[in-house]
């Protein structure tokens, strides 16, 4: 059956303007947001767009790529503190699981959605101060001036 699906899909599919890579992805080179690495260069980055899904765990499975998400996290973070992208490092870009729907920053008084919410969170570094943004999968980071630590520990330390 998901062969089928797979050669309908493929046979429905239009053209691309990347070329196909030996994972039957399609690799694309595009400008992406200025996130300066360690070295306080930005670079293109090139991403590969997975034609098959796999589920989570399989061997192969794609990963999920947070750049937009960090690209925000240090705009806010320029703005906010009034640094130069240069100045900022990025610490941790994790996957995780929040306790509840104030993904991981809870406000005094206030009342949230008892469920676990994936997301995602990002650790900035600025002259050895962290700061914390935390995001679900649906809404962009935000500064999190209190954080609480999400249910388990990745290893997103970059």
Known sequence: MLAVCALLLGAC???????????????????????????GTAD?????????????????????DYEDEVAVAISDLVERIGVDPEDVTVRIVEEVTWRDGSLGCPLPGMNYTQALIDGVRIVLDVEGDLYHY???????PFYCADPVEPLGEGSGDV
């Not at 053209?15 to 996130?35: H, L, M, Q």
């Not at 980055?45 to 399989?58: D, H, K, L, S, Y």
């Not at 935390?134 to 962009?140: G, I, V």
């Open 44 to 64: 293109t980055i090139e991403t590969t767009v997975p034609t098959e899904t796999t589920g989570a765990g399989e061997e192969g499975a794609p990963t999920l």
């Open 134 to 140: 935390h995001a679900s999968l649906e809404k962009d």
């Open 13 to 39: 599919g239009g053209s691309s303007d990347g070329a196909t890579d030996s994972t039957g992805g399609i690799t694309e080179t595009a400008p992406s947001p200025s996130v300066p690495d360690s070295s």
